[in-house]
T-cell receptor, first 117, second 115 residues
Framework: AQKVTQAQTEISVVEKEDVTLDCVYE???????LFWYKQPPSGELVFLIR??????QNEISGRYSWNFQKSTSSFNFTITASQVVDSAVYFC??????????????FGKGTKLTVNP | DAGVTQSPTHLIKTRGQQVTLRCSPK?????VSWYQQALGQGPQFIFQ???????QRGNFPDRFSGHQFPNYSSELNVNALLLGDSALYLC??????????????FGPGTRLTVL
């Protein structure tokens, strides 16, 4: 079965601190994709990054960076020099091809990040 | 280029009633997936429609049903509403392809409250 675990329910930091959001996944598929989404209070899911299972290179995008390690089945997300606007719920997700040829996303329960001024 | 749109934005119903939520996919997309997000939880896959047929279904009872129209828009119907059906319902659209990942784009969601 596919599963995504985000052990941190809530994190609170002070602006300019670095913060890492943890994500651990389970899957038997050899081909899969991992995602991070941001959900502000408005509710819409904002896509942040997608990685496929064959690409373990870490990625940096501005203040955001992602560490993908297949050996530990983890896909952690770090925000450097956090800002108040980073306050949101962040979801890690996993997708895979189903028997019907479609893909469904399996989400973790999310981590609520609060960045205080 | 319009993104995924959903209507209504908010909805209040009472137990036992039926509700219909609507989704228009992103221009050029032909596949629609529905997710339920209960408060404090991650979205959970309900089902996916492609070529006007339900292709995959998550662990949801038959009270949840859907439809896809020839223009690729979709409806989610929930019968005999329960208090536990209160949630944010998200629609995501994608373009069917073969042998590659088809990115899903999410709509803003419909907030359903069951009293």
């Amino acid at each position: 079965a596919q599963k995504v675990t985000q052990a941190q329910t809530e994190i609170s930091v002070v602006e300019k601190e670095d913060v890492t959001l943890d994500c651990v996944y389970e899957t038997r598929d050899t081909t899969y994709y991992l995602f991070w989404y941001k959900q502000p209070p408005s509710g819409e899911l904002v896509f942040l990054i997608r990685r496929n299972s064959f690409d373990e290179q870490n990625e940096i995008s501005g203040r955001y960076s992602w560490n993908f390690q297949k050996s530990t089945s983890s896909f952690n997300f770090t925000i450097t020099a956090s800002q108040v606007v980073d306050s949101a719920v962040y979801f890690c997700a996993l997708t895979f091809l189903t028997q019907g040829g479609s893909e469904k996303l399996v989400f973790g329960k999310g981590t609520k990040l609060t960045v205080n001024p | 280029d319009a993104g995924v749109t959903q209507s209504p934005t908010h909805l209040i119903k009472t137990r036992g009633q039926q509700v219909t939520l609507r989704c228009s996919p992103k221009s050029g997309h032909d596949t629609v997936s529905w997710y339920q997000q209960a408060l404090g939880q991650g979205p959970q896959f309900i089902f996916q429609y492609y070529e006007e047929e339900e292709r995959q279904r998550g662990n949801f009872p038959d009270r949840f049903s859907g439809h896809q129209f020839p223009n690729y828009s979709s409806e989610l119907n929930v019968n005999a509403l329960l208090l536990g059906d209160s949630a944010l319902y998200l629609c995501a659209s994608s373009l069917e392809g073969s042998g590659r990942y088809n990115e899903q784009f999410f709509g803003p969601g419909t907030r359903l409250t069951v009293l």
